[in-house]
């Protein structure tokens, strides 16, 4: 008697809620839960079934997206502590510069830390003491937020085997899957959606590339890779169909050295790679719908601190035009009027900022400074460079926004 009153009870009170939720119109909600973090949205959409269908529409995920401030996602090395200074590298994008700096952070992994490799596992075929993916040393999932005039570091209760996030699109990551030699893992860290991908060419020299098409609404993976003869081959996965296939690839001679310079951008429609570490002179740009290469020309040549990036959905170049100013290129269209220089910062003799990002909503663009690793935020509208934190030597940032997007139909299954 005593269990049915209960359940009469819960089940009065439910109907009492979705009474009360009722006299709120659906807009209403929608308007109040884009304002909520990503992560925070996620747990929260299992508050009652207006709130989950709410959150779990295509259209609503990518208001949300919309309204999202970027931050940069990277995994933590797990070391073990150590008192003595190491070298290591710094790594923004592609480039890598020695600095020596003492390593005395170790990772604490605590009980609800997900590894990324278990959700790809069969659990009838785990041996008995345990998988690699359970057991081995892995990463920590991270990304560092900008607000209040400061940087703060936030885990996702991630850890992954491998120490190299391919590429970002959307909220999405791109990772190397340490359980399958020459395959990637596309991860949603906010919702922990999964998935591997089949294993491409493989090759020494490559570079991902991360991007959605605004046509058919579909993200792709693209593929280069380098042969000995430095001829450059190219190869496409829609995640959609989840099977790679060949296109044409760069003229040759666009990547010189056997490299592929810094890792690329994607902005107006395209991947875009800077294929020199110093001296480029142009970009190559690869239409993600059309899925075909350009030479696009520079405003002038690069040099070392020199990136291009993602600002306001235009392409951007940052250049250090003498020792006291850097400048802000932008290219808004592929085939249009060509680059337009936008900005003009004083810099007081820092030369060695290299740009990271730029913040979607507020529009800042973030600055590593190399010399000591210290973080920049420059504000246009009070025209000012301000400090704001520390980088990580041994660590690669990456662009990225938390989202809940993801890959797949409602009715295709994904290892969750």
């Not at 490799?117 to 892995?138: C, I, Q, R, W, Y």
Request: proline content about 5%; glycine content about 6%.
């Amino acid at each position: 008697m005593l269990v049915e009153e209960r359940l009469l009870k819960n089940k009065t009170e439910e109907e009492e809620k979705q009474a009360q939720l009722s006299y709120i119109h659906k807009d209403c909600i929608s308007n109040i839960l884009a304002r909520l973090p990503a992560d925070s949205l996620h747990r929260s959409r299992f508050v009652c079934k207006p709130w989950y269908n709410v959150v779990q529409n295509p259209k609503f995920i990518d208001a949300h997206l919309q309204r999202s401030e970027s931050v940069l996602i990277f995994l933590k090395p797990n070391v073990k502590e150590s008192l003595h200074p190491i070298s290591k590298k710094l790594k923004l994008g592609e480039n890598e510069s020695s600095y020596p700096y003492p390593m005395t952070s170790t990772l604490q992994e605590n009980r609800n830390t997900v590894p990324v490799e278990s959700k790809l596992l069969d659990p009838n075929n785990v041996p008995m003491f345990g998988h690699p993916a359970l057991t081995s040393p892995k990463s920590s999932v991270q990304f560092m937020e900008f607000k209040n005039g400061g940087s703060d570091i936030v885990e996702y209760s991630l850890s992954c085997l491998g120490n190299n996030i391919r590429a970002t699109c959307n909220g999405l990551i791109l990772l190397d899957n340490k359980l399958k030699k020459g395959g990637v893992i596309v991860l949603n860290p906010v919702t922990k959606k999964v998935t591997d991908l089949p294993v491409g060419t493989l090759c020494h020299q490559e570079s991902y590339g991360f991007a959605m098409s605004h046509v058919t609404a579909e993200y792709k993976v693209v593929h280069l890779f380098l042969d000995r003869l430095g001829f450059a081959g190219c190869e496409i996965l829609s995640l959609h169909k989840k099977a790679w296939r060949g296109v044409n690839g760069p003229s040759f001679g666009l990547f010189s050295n056997h490299r592929f310079g810094y890792a690329p951008v994607s902005a107006i429609g395209a991947l875009h790679w800077m294929p020199h570490l110093k001296g480029s002179n142009y970009i190559v740009s690869m239409e993600v719908d059309k899925e075909t290469f350009h030479q696009i020309p520079l405003p002038k040549s690069c040099g070392f601190h020199d990136r291009i990036i993602e600002i306001g959905g235009s392409l951007g170049l940052v250049t250090h035009e003498d020792i006291n100013h850097i400048d802000i290129w932008i290219l808004k269209d592929l085939f249009g009027e060509g680059w337009t220089k936008q900005h003009s910062i004083t810099v007081d003799t820092k030369t060695d900022m290299v740009p990271l990002c730029s913040l979607r909503i507020k529009g800042d663009i973030i600055f590593c400074r190399m010399k000591g690793n210290s973080l920049y935020a420059f504000d246009f509208q009070q025209q000012q460079m301000t400090e704001i934190g520390k980088v990580n030597s041994s660590v690669k940032y990456l662009p990225h926004v938390n989202s809940l997007v993801t890959w797949v139909q409602a009715s295709e299954d994904i290892f969750d």
